[in-house]
């Protein structure tokens, strides 16, 4: 699904079924990103109701913060139903390599108990599966260095999950990881690199973000698909340490038992959203090219 502003401050629809027609629709504006998300999945309705695997959402513009996730269909949110998967549309496959090996990252700076627990908790998840346990390598503290993340980065690993800050920028290329001692990995500094993992998570604040405007910017998650990311995890907006604990947890469960990383995401989200309904669950986005 494509989505975009037309001249008019109207939002232009386009929707296509794998094997079907293309379908076009205009819809009146909403400032309120809950409202103007329930009106774009109405419309896909009478497509949800014939059973699709997944909605691909492509937004254009100011549409770019749009939660499609938070849309309701049927009394329930659309992200805790269906995988939605945001895409730059690269024209790559966004299919994932099987995992074989994990680095994680936590509590780079000393300052995010709760970011600690979660790389422990991840750390285990994902070296614990009962089929094919990951080989997982976890830094915590001074040992999440820049060195050590850009190398880890650029080695074999096939899966990055990172809890710690992210640091917002609005031009969106100087957005980063902060990592120990005070340095930070910028979303620029992604492209310069040999090669990324396949999948990265990060369930830092706004480490999906990407300033709204009619001009097209990116930000952290964009740039990991960018540098050759097949699946990222990021949220848009400051999320809650519990919240992003539980999501991260129950995320890399789904990871270690060899599940794609769209029924990972939906799994997260079931499961935070029956425990916090009322947070923002549906900021975490996954991103594919």
């Known amino acids: 699904m494509l989505a975009g502003r037309d001249f008019d401050g109207r939002v232009l629809l386009w929707w296509q079924r794998a094997g079907g027609e293309p379908m076009q629709q205009r819809l009146s504006w909403s400032d309120d990103s809950k409202t103007l998300s329930n009106r774009l999945v109405d419309r896909l309705t009478p497509v949800l109701a014939r059973g699709i695997d997944r909605v691909t959402w492509l937004p254009i513009g100011v549409l770019r913060s749009l939660p499609l996730a938070r849309g309701e269909w049927r009394g329930r949110p659309l992200g805790v139903q269906i995988p939605v998967v945001t895409s730059l549309d690269l024209g790559m496959t966004p299919a994932v390599p099987e995992l074989g090996a994990a680095a994680v990252f936590a509590d780079p700076t000393g300052d995010l108990v709760a970011a600690r627990r979660e790389g422990e908790a991840v750390a285990s998840a994902l070296g614990a599966a009962t089929k094919r346990p990951l080989d997982v390598d976890l830094y915590v503290g001074r040992a999440a260095s820049r060195d050590t993340m850009v190398a880890l980065l650029e080695s074999d690993v096939d899966l990055v999950h990172f809890a710690g800050h992210a640091a917002f920028s609005y031009d969106g290329w100087s957005s980063g990881l902060s990592l120990a001692d005070g340095a930070q990995l910028a979303a620029w500094e992604l492209l310069y690199l040999h090669q990324v993992p396949a999948v990265v998570s990060m369930t830092a604040c706004e480490s999906s973000r990407s300033e709204a405007g009619d001009t097209e910017r990116v930000g952290l998650a964009q740039a990991f698909v960018l540098a050759g990311s097949r699946a990222v995890l990021a949220a848009d907006v400051p999320i809650?340490?519990?919240?992003?604990?539980?999501?991260?947890?129950?995320?890399?469960?789904?990871?270690?038992?060899?599940?794609?990383?769209?029924?990972?995401?939906?799994?997260?989200?079931?499961?935070?959203?029956?425990?916090?309904?009322?947070?923002?669950?549906w900021s975490f986005r996954l991103w594919s090219p």
């Open 240 to 281: 809650d340490d519990h919240l992003a604990g539980r999501y991260g947890r129950v995320w890399a469960q789904a990871l270690a038992q060899h599940q794609p990383a769209t029924a990972a995401w939906l799994s997260a989200n079931q499961a935070v959203f029956e425990e916090f309904p009322e947070a923002p669950w």
